[in-house]
């Protein structure tokens, strides 16, 4: 009986890390119709247990570098603007991050790499269609934050733990659930 306690005890912690990592993919959401189900707001949650700095970069699904972000530091409750693709960020300071266009402005969901279109349920959804990948040299966790008017959602991204496997994908409507392949 002991073994198993201290079994279930190792797995329970190999679970607890599953979302730390440093390479992240976050697959595409599906956004709604413009409807109250509608996501009308989304952010990304970066942070990490290292106190020092690290760098996060921030690609398309197909491998292209984001060119703009705008940063958010929760802590300071301050906020800047990135061109690099690039963050930087401490477990003092996580950061909230959103894709912003050449203006500045916020890009709206349906028109950011993070959501696709309500046609596109129940149809499968390739790894390069969508969907966001963070790299770094050290380890961190991405988790989306989707609001409509009337509910939320939020997704923790898994690593190099899920490459390999297919995923059934939510969103804030009641849609045909979807898959998608890395």
């Known amino acids: 009986m002991r073994r198993f306690y201290l079994l279930t005890a190792f797995l329970m912690l190999n679970f ?3 979302q730390l990592d440093n390479l992240h993919y976050l697959q595409p959401i599906i956004f709604g119709a413009y409807t109250d189900a ?12 290292s106190t020092s700095n690290i760098t996060v970069t ?3 699904a197909d491998g ?14 301050t906020g800047s603007y990135v061109a690099s ?17 050449t203006s500045n402005v916020i890009l709206d969901a349906g028109t950011s790499p993070m959501t696709r279109p ?19 040299t050290d380890n961190f966790y991405v988790n989306y934050r989707g609001r409509s008017e009337s509910q939320a959602g939020s997704v923790m991204t ?10 059934f994908g939510a969103e804030l409507r009641m849609n045909t659930p979807h898959r998608f392949l890395k």
């Open 58 to 60: 921030v690609r398309r």
């Open 16 to 18: 607890a890390y599953a």
């Open 158 to 167: 898994k690593g190099r733990v899920a490459l390999g496997k297919n995923f």
């Open 85 to 101: 693709g690039s963050v930087t960020f401490s477990n003092t300071t996580p950061i909230r991050i959103n894709i912003v266009n």
């Open 118 to 136: 309500t046609n596109t349920a129940g149809t499968i959804i390739q790894g390069s269609a969508g969907g966001l990948i963070f790299q770094s």
């Open 38 to 49: 509608t996501i009308v707001a989304e952010h990304i949650y970066l942070s990490t247990p």
């Open 64 to 77: 292209t570098t984001i060119p703009r972000l705008y940063v958010y530091n929760i802590n300071a409750e």
